[in-house]
């Protein structure tokens, strides 16, 4: 599926403008509630066919807004399981990813679902929790119907950070989920100790999804997208990965 260049896309490589639908909406409301209604068509669609499916969320405040116009549509939640794209290893709830799904996501009317989260109180050691996530997609038995990416505006996407010493071996491995030791990338905060959505696991999803709010971080992925370069910047991944088209969800 391709798209014509856009203002968003025009000065791309030709093969990110061949795998990058951008989808720009007038205001906020606009665009939560298309990115979720093309989300939950995603799962819709994978409960037609195996009779159940498997979302996973990122972190962040831009999905919020998403995530809750999703809650409130009248899936069959009982049916959907939700994992997430990373985590911040720690024991602090205020950081953890897990905790914000269930505040944005769970609580707003999904209740029913299955919730996997990537840490448990015995792993909070991030080569273990990679491991058992990594084999916990596996076997999940379907692959995931939809992933949401977020950016942040060093153009990391999930916990894939630039300048981070296990970049390259997160973005070779084929495992679907990896360890990060984001020390000294800035945007990484206080919580450097990272579990993220590799290439290899985000190449089996069905859909994948950016959400992008503000000129800013259009203009972050209209350059990383000119860089052509996944170890300067990671969202790369999101469209160079083979599989599933990347939708970009774009609102000012």
Same mark, same amino acid.
């Given at each position: 599926?391709?798209?014509?260049?856009?203002?968003?896309?025009?000065?791309?490589?030709?093969?990110?403008?061949?795998?990058?639908?951008?989808?720009p909406?007038? $205001? #906020?409301?606009?665009?939560a @509630? *298309?990115? &979720?209604?093309?989300?939950?068509?995603? =799962? +819709?669609?994978?409960?037609?066919?195996?009779?159940?499916?498997?979302?996973?969320?990122?972190?962040?405040?831009?999905?919020?807004?998403?995530?809750?116009?999703?809650?409130?549509?009248?899936?069959?939640?009982?049916?959907?399981?939700?994992?997430?794209?990373?985590?911040?290893?720690?024991?602090?709830?205020?950081?953890?990813?897990?905790?914000?799904?269930?505040?944005?996501?769970?609580?707003?009317?999904?209740?029913?679902?299955?919730?996997?989260?990537?840490?448990? $109180? #015995?792993?909070?050691?991030? @080569? *273990?929790a &990679?491991?058992?996530?990594?084999?916990? =997609? +596996?076997?999940?038995?379907?692959?995931?119907?939809?992933?949401?990416?977020?950016?942040?505006?060093?153009?990391?996407t999930?916990?894939?950070?630039?300048g981070?010493?296990?970049?390259?071996?997160?973005?070779?491995?084929?495992?679907?989920?990896?360890?990060?030791?984001?020390?000294?990338?800035?945007?990484?905060?206080?919580?450097?100790?990272?579990?993220?959505?590799t290439?290899?696991?985000?190449?089996?999803?069905?859909?994948?999804?950016?959400?992008?709010r503000?000129?800013?971080?259009?203009?972050?992925?209209?350059? &990383?997208?000119?860089?052509?370069?996944?170890?300067?910047?990671?969202?790369?991944?999101?469209?160079?990965?083979?599989?599933?088209?990347?939708?970009?969800?774009?609102?000012?």
């Amino acid at each position: 599926m391709s798209t014509r260049p856009t203002p968003a896309t025009s000065g791309m490589a030709p093969e990110h403008v061949a795998r990058c639908i951008f989808l720009p909406y007038a $205001d #906020a409301a606009a665009w939560a @509630a *298309a990115a &979720a209604g093309a989300i939950g068509a995603a =799962l +819709q669609l994978a409960l037609g066919s195996h009779g159940r499916a498997l979302l996973l969320v990122s972190g962040g405040s831009t999905p919020a807004p998403v995530l809750g116009a999703l809650a409130r549509q009248p899936l069959p939640w009982a049916q959907i399981s939700i994992g997430l794209v990373d985590e911040r290893v720690t024991d602090d709830a205020a950081g953890r990813n897990d905790v914000l799904t269930r505040h944005t996501l769970l609580d707003q009317g999904a209740q029913a679902a299955s919730f996997h989260p990537l840490l448990t $109180d #015995a792993t909070l050691d991030a @080569a *273990a929790a &990679a491991r058992d996530a990594s084999t916990w =997609l +596996q076997g999940f038995g379907i692959p995931p119907s939809a992933v949401i990416l977020g950016m942040g505006d060093d153009t990391h996407t999930a916990s894939l950070f630039p300048g981070s010493r296990d970049l390259a071996a997160a973005l070779t491995t084929t495992q679907a989920y990896a360890a990060i030791d984001a020390s000294g990338c800035a945007v990484a905060g206080q919580y450097p100790q990272r579990v993220s959505l590799t290439p290899a696991g985000l190449a089996r999803a069905r859909k994948r999804v950016l959400l992008l709010r503000g000129q800013d971080k259009l203009a972050a992925f209209q350059h &990383a997208l000119t860089v052509n370069d996944a170890h300067t910047a990671p969202i790369c991944v999101a469209c160079d990965t083979p599989g599933a088209t990347l939708e970009v969800y774009w609102a000012a």
